[in-house]
């Protein structure tokens, strides 16, 4: 969601008070038995001089629909905090993340909605050196959407009690360097004495146009059930580098037990270098590399080309590899054609798909003639699938086409014709559905409410973020979303 978001001023004793916020609202219909469902997701910020007060409310409300039953989700959320110039305490829900994520992470993902959250005592300190030293004491809360529900994934461990600290520092221009602790008290520790600790540190050089960085975490966790210290290590290595229009981005990452629990959640997430988003066990077993390098070579044209890699240490049995080249040429302010190749090859990430290798060539076109805008998009996957139960089938071959075409007669209206579809008509994956038409109109009532209106089946199936990945239920119906900001 946009981060520009319209400030209503006060003043108050002198004092300048605002509130901002933001609430989507979304109704969807199933064209199944005509089930329902509809949420409101609200975050309201509140400032008065070094005061602020954050409020949430997320509101999720099926009927029953499928075989499994929907529950109804409610949570409600505050934070309050003190900001002087150069201290911060905040007491309620907040997110931050360590590092890189490799002893802590949390966040909030609308588009992915995925809500990540620490309810408990923050505070970070702003020190001589460029440097900041954060402290926290909270409980974890991990809110998913996965085959169009809301789950907490650790509902059954959200007594665990973390504690950590995060101190940072630049005591020169061109070098920063780091240091963190992370201890975590669950209830299901067979001692007292028995817990996790996540320890590490970052440093970072910068010269020019060239910079590079590491960091690096331990854990020191306890054997599940038995007790006893077990141990893991990860580290990830970043370089980057520009030269007369031209950049290469490059990573390393290697992870040996250290992602924590080994579970649905987790309080660390180490980043994956798949530019898709794509995880093998989000830290648990892994190691890889990922590249890019893009430009602009003539005006107008940008480059950018990718290959990323990440596999389980015995380098066999679950892995992934991406590739990807892009071309995008922009005729002034009129045309922009994009073309792109990906390949993605998985192994043993999906369950019950053994290999899966996928071709997808695209292309996009923009064209603008004075308020009229119009777009075409169109992809053809080729994809190569075996299952881990050969018994029945020994390799499916398929292809999944997709074509869509926009118009937007001005500011305030854009509809979207799509298609998407496979030839294949028994594909467990998909439901055994083979094609998903929908119309799309988005409605700017006014610069602040937004109106999105979605007829039509959406394919669903596999897909990920950040490292974390879920499946989508193919859906048929309706979907209603209203966006408005204050």
């Avoid at 054997?223 to 390393?252: C, D, H, M, W």
């Amino acid at each position: 969601m946009s981060a520009n978001l319209l400030s209503i001023f006060i003043t108050v004793l002198g004092a300048s008070f605002s509130i901002q916020g933001v609430n989507r609202a979304e109704f969807w219909t199933y064209q199944q038995e005509w089930a329902t469902h509809y949420e409101d997701k609200l975050e309201l910020v509140g400032r008065y001089g070094d005061f602020n007060v954050e409020l949430g409310v997320l509101m999720f409300e099926p009927s029953k629909h499928g075989p499994s039953i929907r529950k109804p989700l409610r949570l409600f959320d505050y934070s309050i905090g003190y900001n002087p110039r150069e201290l911060e305490v905040r007491l309620g829900r907040f997110y931050t993340t360590f590092g890189q994520g490799l002893t802590l992470s949390s966040g909030a993902d609308d588009d992915f909605r995925h809500y990540k959250s620490l309810q408990g005592l923050l505070g970070r300190l702003n020190l001589p050196f460029s440097s900041e030293l954060t402290l926290l004491g909270a409980r974890l809360r991990d809110v998913f959407f996965q085959e169009n529900t809301y789950k907490i994934m650790n509902e059954l461990d959200t007594t665990d009690q973390l504690l950590g600290a995060d101190l940072t520092t630049r005591p020169v221009q061109f070098l920063g360097i780091g240091g963190r602790y992370v201890r975590i008290n669950r209830e299901v520790d067979p001692t007292p004495r028995a817990f996790t600790e996540l320890f590490g540190g970052n440093c970072q050089l910068n010269f020019g146009p060239i910079s590079t960085g590491a960091e690096i975490a331990w854990r020191l966790g306890t054997k599940p059930g038995i007790g006893g210290r077990e141990k893991g290590v990860g580290y990830i290595i970043n370089l980057s580098a520009t030269f007369a229009g031209f950049s290469v981005l490059g990573q390393v990452v290697d992870y040996t037990r250290l992602g924590f629990p080994a579970g649905v959640y987790h309080y660390n997430d180490p980043p994956t270098p798949i530019k898709s988003g794509v995880a093998i066990n989000r830290g648990v077993d892994e190691r890889g590399f990922g590249i890019q390098v893009s430009g602009m070579p003539l005006n107008g044209l940008y480059l950018e080309a990718n290959l990323d890699r990440l596999f389980v240490h015995d380098d066999t049995s679950a892995g992934v590899v991406e590739a990807e080249v892009k071309g995008r040429y922009s005729l002034a302010t009129s045309w922009t054609l994009e073309l792109k190749f990906n390949h993605l090859f998985q192994k043993n990430i999906e369950l019950g798909t053994y290999q899966r290798s996928a071709d997808r060539p695209a292309i996009l076109i923009n064209y603008l003639i004075g308020q009229h805008t119009f777009a075409l998009e169109a992809e053809l996957g080729w994809i190569t699938e075996l299952p881990t139960d050969t018994t029945h089938i020994t390799r499916w071959r398929y292809h999944e086409p997709l074509i869509s075409f926009s118009y937007g007669p001005g500011e305030k209206w854009l509809f979207t014709l799509g298609w998407q579809g496979v030839d294949q008509d028994s594909l467990k994956r998909y439901d055994y559905q083979t094609s998903w038409p929908v119309l799309e109109a988005v409605y700017n009532i006014s610069e602040r409410n937004v109106l999105r209106i979605r007829i039509g089946a959406e394919k669903g199936g596999y897909t990920c973020s950040g490292g974390v990945c879920r499946y989508e239920s193919p859906f048929r119906g309706v979907k209603l979303q209203l966006i408005s900001r204050i």
